[in-house]
């Protein structure tokens, strides 16, 4: 991403980040919080808060995929959220639609994964739904002497398609606009897909999300990666609404030191990664952005959805061997990160620490918990008990 000037004044503009930067390389110094945080062990252990957390999950406007992913008419991802299986597609009319994934003959699975329907049939007794979730035809109709066929569309689920991202809300569909109103625009129109994924991490999705979100461990966990080409423990640390930005300065930023505040392109100068309240982090790279949503399965699983978007053209083949070389690199790091989290995994269970200790450098992960704190105490209300 080069520009900022859609963030909607809450987050400083790259000109203003990069000068924060040249303060902090300056000075030996970076950005510092004000609070320090003990998150009890339990928290990451027990299934009574992770049920918690996936209610949390369920009462929230979340992210699902970003609308890249659903391209064209047909495109869908479907895939467990919070527990609950969902599909989200795009219709005829080019509206994106979410859906409880469940057949209403028997309530069997209609798809599973990334794909492109021109409707979506049920493996085991073939009823087939149109893309706005609409029930078009029952094999041996005259099986089904009741059944209203009016009424046995998909069962809906509150979707919302906003700058570049899917959201989803599947309590209700109150306020949805006003819920992602606070998030900026962070993929540019014109950005495509260049790939997706998942992966199931065996570890709780909170030390996963942990690894992204600050700068403190760059020289002691990622030595020949990304310590050699960025600064230890340098970042600037912005928040908005719940979410939080951290900005990662590689050393090539020094060619920025003598540009006028008017010409400052960032690309492959740092790394903004956005952490999205409570589970999604999007991160800028060279040519590319990725979008990644942690999905809590258990207290120790966490299945990790990742989309890589671009905007470089499928014939600029050029530029797009530099991204995909960019992702190998990153992919290394990210390595590196999951071996310490799977560590931080077992840790756990050594009963060594009561608490997890976060300090001022890491923000980020202070504010993910102190909101996580707050909607446990919102839980009960929430939900009506
Ligand atoms: S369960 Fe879907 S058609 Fe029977
Ligand atoms: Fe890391």
């Not at 009823?127 to 078009?136: N, V």
């Not at 959201?167 to 962070?186: C, G, T, Y």
């Not at 065996?202 to 600050?214: F, M």
Request: charged share 20%.
């Amino acid at each position: 991403m080069t520009e900022n000037t859609n963030v909607q004044n809450q987050l400083l503009s790259d000109a203003e980040v990069v000068q924060r930067i040249f303060v902090h390389i300056d000075n030996g110094t970076t950005d510092k919080g004000k609070q320090t945080w003990k998150e009890p062990v339990d928290n990451y252990r027990s299934k009574k808060r992770l049920d918690a957390e996936l209610r949390i999950l369920q009462n929230r406007t979340i992210v699902f995929c970003p609308s890249s992913a659903l391209a064209k008419p047909g495109d869908y991802v479907a895939r467990d959220v919070a527990g609950m299986p969902l599909i989200t597609i795009r219709g005829l009319d080019g509206n994106v639609r979410t859906f409880r994934n469940a057949c209403r003959h028997r309530g069997v699975q209609l798809v599973n994964g990334q794909g492109c329907a021109r409707s979506l049939v049920c493996p085991y007794h073939g009823w087939a739904y149109s893309l706005d979730g609409s029930l078009k035809s029952i094999p041996h109709e005259h099986g089904f002497p009741d059944v209203d066929k009016a009424t046995r569309g998909l069962v809906a689920v509150a979707c919302y398609e906003s700058n570049g991202l899917v959201f989803i809300n599947q309590h209700s569909q109150a306020n949805m606009e006003q819920d992602v109103s606070f998030v900026p625009k962070l993929i540019p129109d014109g950005y495509r897909l260049l790939n997706s994924g998942s992966q199931v991490v065996k570890a709780n999705w909170k030390l996963h999300l942990e690894s992204s979100l600050e700068g403190y461990h760059i020289r002691q966990t990622h030595k020949s990666t990304f310590f050699p080409v960025q600064y230890d423990n340098l970042t600037v640390i912005e928040t908005f609404g719940e979410n939080s930005r951290v900005a990662f300065p590689y050393q090539s930023i020094e060619g920025l030191r003598h540009k006028k505040q008017t010409n400052i392109n960032v690309n492959g100068r740092l790394t903004y990664v956005y952490h999205l309240f409570p589970n999604v982090v999007i991160s800028t790279f060279p040519g590319c952005m990725q979008v990644v949503i942690l999905e809590p399965i258990d207290e120790s699983t966490t299945r990790q959805h990742s989309y890589l978007v671009s905007d470089i053209g499928e014939n600029e083949t050029k530029q797009l061997d530099a991204v995909f070389e960019g992702q190998k690199f990153a992919a290394k790091g990210a390595i590196e990160d999951l071996e310490i989290v799977l560590s931080a995994q077992r840790g756990l269970a050594s009963g060594a620490n009561a608490f997890l200790e976060f300090g001022l450098f890491e923000t980020a992960i202070v504010r993910l918990h102190a909101h996580l704190a707050k909607e446990f105490e919102r839980l009960p209300k929430l939900s009506g008990e």
